[in-house]
Structures are given as structure tokens and as C-alpha cells.
């Protein structure tokens, strides 16, 4: 079985009350719940987690490489100006390993600073502009991957 490492940046634990006209009213542990049942539909055995640290992040992505684990991550700020979480996600893709980078909002369609992504460039793809389904649609393109 397939395992997918779903890996959520900073301040993705407040979902469901913070600005919720961006990032809808779903909470963090029920977006977590669906996400197992979504990857439970597609095979998959999903883990799912979440981090305001950096450098525990970064740490996650070795372990993915070192379980060969498939990735899911929503960087968060993390996105924008992390060149060590692109590095480790670097490793991820370099060992033949999917990372579907994920954002629930579309950065492009918002502030300017959003518009970069330092991630990108290192990721098998990018799903970003559908709340929730998101992180549904990720999980099938890993499920297809
Ligand atoms: C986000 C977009 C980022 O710009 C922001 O910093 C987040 C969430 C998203 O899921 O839309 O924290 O990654």
C-alpha cells in the first residue's frame, strides 16, 4: 500500500476560524478526517500532519525519502521564502518520489509576494484555488501518479 504523507505548514492548525472568507470554515482535524477517507477511497494510507516549525517540516521530508513515502504539502508562508524546505523537497522528487504541492487558496489571485513560489519548481505538480478539494484532488494525482 501506497503511503502519502500529507504535510501542513504554519498556522494551517487554526483552519476553520482563521479567515475563514479565505480558507472556508472547515477545521483543521475534520479536513484531516476526510483526507484519510479520501486516501482510504484511493488505496492509500494516508498521514497526516501539521507543524508551525520549519526545521521540523524539513525533517519530514527526509523521512519521506527515507520511507519512500509520497507527499503532500501545503507549505503555507513557508511557500514563498523557504530555500530549505525547497531543498528537502528536492530530495523528495530526486529520489523518484511524488510531491503534489497543495494550497487552498489560489496564490496568483493574491497578494503579490504570494505569487512566488520557491517550491514549485521542485514538485511533480501543483493543485491550489479549491479549498478543501484541494487536498481530494492531490491525493487522486497521487493515486494516478
Ligand atoms: C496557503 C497560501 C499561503 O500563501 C498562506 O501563507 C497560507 C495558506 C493556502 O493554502 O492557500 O498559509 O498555503
Not at 82 to 99: F, K
Request: hydrophobic share 45%; aromatic share 8%; net charge negative.
Amino acid at each position: 500500500m501506497t503511503t502519502v504523507l500529507i504535510a501542513n505548514g504554519p498556522n494551517l492548525n487554526r483552519l476553520g476560524t482563521r479567515e475563514p472568507d479565505k480558507y472556508g470554515s472547515t477545521p483543521y482535524e475534520e479536513l484531516a478526517a476526510l483526507a484519510m477517507q479520501w486516501g482510504a477511497e484511493r488505496g492509500l494510507e494516508v498521514v497526516m500532519r501539521q507543524t508551525n516549525d520549519e526545521s521540523e517540516l524539513v525533517g519530514w521530508m527526509h523521512e519521506a525519502v527515507d520511507s519512500e513515502w509520497a507527499v503532500i504539502l501545503n507549505p503555507a508562508a513557508f511557500t514563498h521564502y523557504s530555500y530549505a524546505l525547497r531543498d528537502a523537497c528536492a530530495m523528495v522528487t530526486g529520489a523518484g518520489l511524488p510531491l503534489v504541492e497543495v494550497h487552498l487558496t489560489n496564490p496568483h489571485a493574491r497578494e503579490e509576494f504570494r505569487h512566488t513560489s520557491v517550491v514549485s519548481g521542485v514538485a511533480t505538480g501543483t493543485i491550489a484555488g479549491f479549498g478543501t478539494d484541494s487536498y481530494r484532488l492531490a491525493l487522486a494525482a497521487v493515486a494516478g501518479a
